[in-house]
């Protein structure tokens, strides 16, 4: 783009992403040798084919088609009667092969999309494709960074490891939306028990940008085939435009947050570049993370760099009947919806409690034992505010579940007060790793019997003549009064709506 379209308000920012997941699977997917390298020596994971060994034949992992199929059917793709692998030819250390065996002109998945929530508004974007593919192995630099180090240590125990990547059409318009779509397609998948976000290098993203002209009527409506307006106000882009325009890809993007700070400063240095009348270079960058910045790596590869050709070791596999076969778990804005009409939540109460499938799981299993408002206050409040303050996520407390439960319990049986349960119990609990019995033993929660409290406002009101005179003179400040006096002499257990209601009852018509 030239210096001529420079004014902010012209520029319009087009994003699209290539996102690669790992599938989660036993073992890797062209041979059997296991994924699970997070505490294996370097190397000890590997086989002659995942080594690329002459003559070692790739087989198909069988739990990694499927998976890629689930993921199809939940992105509503289109998934062909048969697919086929390709390699992809490139030189680098971390590929012993000198190729990839990946997926080209057939790949598992076609045209599908997913919808996600920014700002409070429902958008859509496209999945162009989605295919399946092996990992390469994973390089150490010692004594500096990529630049810098003294020598580098290769690591093949990720080598084959099942990928899945997700090519997404350039239909985001800024950083913000693309953390969404990252944080809802993680949820997806993670509902569909194809991933694991907590596993090392699960997610990484590569962030297309460019910059195109927006012609003067991008915050108008556009009528319908307008000329000279490249990205309509429904977001459709012109393809003309698109294709013109000069983008840079983005690697090394490894987190939600880091996607969104990548392409905040991508998109401030691109149109920075095009008011200064400079021409925006098309070109791959690196994110560093560290220095929040993207730096230039190399001029972008073109397909035809990459030789592609048909992996003549694997035959084309047909999958029409395993889309039939495959079933998928009802996906986070079904079940959402389920609990709104089943348990009557709110959108909110109700979003929050799909967030995850954990998540999801425990509050319909409290609901099923207790009430299902209480079940959400406690789920949706309580236990994800104080894990959310404490930076921890229902999965940190996977195995003390039944503690809450039992908590829970502990409310809904009038055992303890809902404030003392959540204010002392439950943050003992993840402070110290107390149970909650112990905890209420310990402090002296257990709630004061219904006599104790009845001679506590018996003795309120005996000691206090004066308050009891101004409560049938109507002053209204001393039937609070003589509450604070009950709860003083409970130590705080009784229940405050109890005590009112009795010190009424006691003291006849105010
Ligand atoms: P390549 O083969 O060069 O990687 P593709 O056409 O396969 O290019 O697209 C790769 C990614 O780039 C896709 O996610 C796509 O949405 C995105 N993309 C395409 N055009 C643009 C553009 N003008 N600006 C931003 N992203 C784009
Ligand atoms: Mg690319
Ligand atoms: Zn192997």
Redesign the pocket.
């Known amino acids: 783009m030239t210096a001529q379209a420079a004014r902010q308000e012209d520029l319009a920012t087009?994003?699209?992403?290539?996102v690669h997941v790992q599938l989660e699977t036993d073992t890797k997917v062209f041979c059997s040798c296991s994924t699970d390298a997070a505490d294996a020596e370097p190397n000890t994971r590997t086989c002659p084919v995942c080594l690329g060994l002459p003559g070692a034949l790739p087989v198909i992992n069988e739990a990694a088609v499927e998976g890629a199929v689930k993921v199809g059917k939940a992105i509503d793709a289109e998934i062909p009667e048969e697919t086929a692998f390709h390699r992809k030819n490139y030189y680098y250390p971390d590929l012993p092969k000198n190729l990839q065996i990946t997926q080209y002109d057939a790949p598992l998945c076609r045209a599908g999309e997913l919808e996600f929530s920014v700002g409070g508004e429902r958008r859509t974007v496209g999945i162009?494709r989605a295919h399946l593919e092996e990992d390469p192995g994973s390089l150490q630099h010692k004594g500096g960074s990529i630049d810098t180090a003294d020598y580098t240590l290769v690591d093949y125990n990720r080598a084959g490891t099942p990928l899945m990547e997700i090519?997404?059409?350039?239909d985001f318009r800024g950083s913000g939306e693309v953390r969404s779509f990252l944080a809802k397609l993680e949820e997806v998948l993670e509902y569909l028990g194809v991933f694991d976000s907590t596993r090392d290098g699960s997610l990484r993203v590569d962030a297309?940008?460019?910059i195109?002209p927006a012609g003067d009527g991008v915050s108008e409506p556009a009528p319908d085939g307008a000329d000279g307006e490249e990205v309509g106000d429904d977001g459709e882009i012109d393809e003309d435009a698109?294709a013109a325009?000069n983008?840079t890809?983005v690697n090394n993007i490894t987190s939600h947050k880091g996607a969104e700070k990548a392409l905040a400063y991508e998109e401030t240095r691109q149109k920075n570049a095009i008011q200064r009348g400079r021409e925006v270079e098309q070109e791959t960058r690196h994110w560093d993370e560290s220095r929040g910045i993207t730096v230039s790596m190399r001029s972008?590869e073109e397909?035809k760099d990459y030789r592609y050709f048909r992996e003549a070791d694997l035959p084309p596999l047909r999958v029409s009947d395993w889309k039939e076969r495959i079933d998928i778990p009802e996906l986070p804005d079904a079940r959402r919806e389920r609990f709104r009409e089943e348990y009557d939540l709110s959108e909110e109460a109700a979003s929050k409690l799909t967030s995850t499938k954990a998540v999801a799981d425990f509050y319909e299993d409290l609901a099923s034992e207790f009430d299902p408002d209480l079940a959400a206050t406690w789920v949706a409040d309580n236990l994800l505010g104080e894990l959310n303050y404490r930076d921890m996520e229902i999965a940190t407390i996977e195995g003390r579940l039944d503690e809450v439960r039992r908590l829970v319990e502990l409310v809904a049986g009038d055992e303890i007060t809902a404030k003392n349960a959540r204010e002392t119990v439950l943050r003992r609990m993840l402070d110290d790793g107390d149970d909650p019995d112990a905890v209420a033993e310990d402090e002296g929660l257990g709630k004061t019997g219904e006599d104790e409290v009845q001679q506590a406002v018996a003795a309120a009101i005996e000691k206090n003549p004066d308050a009891v005179e101004d409560y049938h003179e109507g002053e209204g400040g001393a039937l609070n009064f003589l509450v604070g006096q009950v709860m003083q002499a409970t130590g705080g257990s009784a229940d405050p709506g109890t005590v009112n209601e009795l010190l009424r009852a006691e003291l006849g018509d105010g």
Do not use: C, Y
């Open positions: 087009v994003i699209g992403l290539e162009r090519v997404t059409r350039p297309n940008l460019s195109v698109l325009a983008r890809e972008k397909e």
